[in-house]
């Protein structure tokens, strides 16, 4: 039991040590995949994988390691991202356990200028942002089998911090922490033609034990195409008090790209990719909870 509360811990740690990971400030999109499959005889079979994009990147990552099946997938484009991790495992004579674990961590840096048009000036300018959040997390464990699947949100502006959730779902515990779904919204302010650093990361996590010769499970943290930069609305001068119409304000990244009106859905092909990319493994056994 000890052996496996301490590798179920290392799994959903490579989301938070992912956190602390530097990327360059200019737009751009970085992937980094880790995860394990330990097989009958004790052997395991470590992986990590990272790619890089940058400009207007259409990003995507996709592997699938080992008999027990540990499963990431990520795709990122201006306004859109996706990430996904599943583990499944069965101690039975056709594919023993004792654990698959999988993890995935997508970073998205910019730097961002807000622009007024001519003919309005203001000091400070305060905006609505609005981000859309959708995903599961699930799980699924035949005695003695356990899951963990845990995704968490990152967002900070400079040195601020905007948004911070995370979920975890166990077979212990039921839901840990639920971040929140749809429309996430947040006021910040800015100063005109003073660019900062924005930047995103976004993060998933799956693991599945089982002990020989009994139990099975699953898990799955599938927020595939779901992370969607929203429009940016009401917008005032702090100062005067006054609004200013949202469709004249700006927010331009280094390659052009405007935070504040992005593209409101992604291209066909990379939907379709996507849609293919996450289609989340199978459980082996029906849902049993854990006594």
Not at 136 to 143: D, F, I, K, L, P
Not at 162 to 171: F, G, K, M, R
Not at 186 to 207: H, I, K, Q
Not at 278 to 287: D, N, Q, T
Request: aromatic share 8%.
């Amino acid at each position: 039991m000890r052996g496996k509360n301490a590798l179920r811990a290392c799994g959903l740690a490579v989301v938070l040590l992912a956190m602390a990971a530097t990327t360059d400030p200019a737009f751009g999109v970085s992937v980094f995949a880790e995860g394990s499959v330990q097989t009958a005889d004790g052997l395991t079979n470590p992986w990590d994988e990272s790619k890089n994009g940058s400009g207007s990147p259409k990003l995507h990552l996709n592997s699938t390691h080992g008999p027990n099946q540990a499963f990431v997938g990520a795709f990122g484009s201006p306004g859109v991202w996706g990430v996904g991790a599943s583990a499944t495992v069965a101690a039975s004579l056709e594919g023993r356990g004792p654990i698959a674990v999988s993890s995935i961590f997508l970073t998205i840096t910019d730097r961002v200028t807000p622009i007024l048009p001519a003919g309005i000036n203001a000091d400070l300018i305060a905006y609505t942002q609005h981000f859309d959040i959708q995903g599961t997390t699930s799980g699924s464990a035949v005695s003695p089998g356990y899951f963990d699947a845990a995704a968490s949100v990152r967002v900070t502006q400079g040195s601020t911090g905007l948004v911070d959730i995370s979920e975890t779902l166990t077979s212990d515990m039921g839901y840990v922490e639920t971040m929140p779904r749809g429309d996430l919204s947040w006021t910040v302010g800015v100063t005109p033609n003073v660019p900062f650093n924005l930047r995103m990361d976004l993060g998933a996590s799956a693991l599945a034990f089982a002990i020989e010769d009994a139990g099975s499970a699953n898990a799955d943290a599938d927020f595939s195409h779901t992370f969607r930069w929203g429009e940016v609305t009401d917008v005032f001068d702090v100062t005067t008090g006054q609004p200013i119409a949202a469709s004249d304000f700006h927010l331009y990244g280094e390659d052009g790209f405007d935070w504040a009106h992005p593209l409101a859905v992604p291209e066909p092909a990379t939907r379709a990719l996507a849609i293919v990319g996450f289609v989340g493994l199978a459980a082996f056994a029906p849902r049993r909870r854990r006594r």
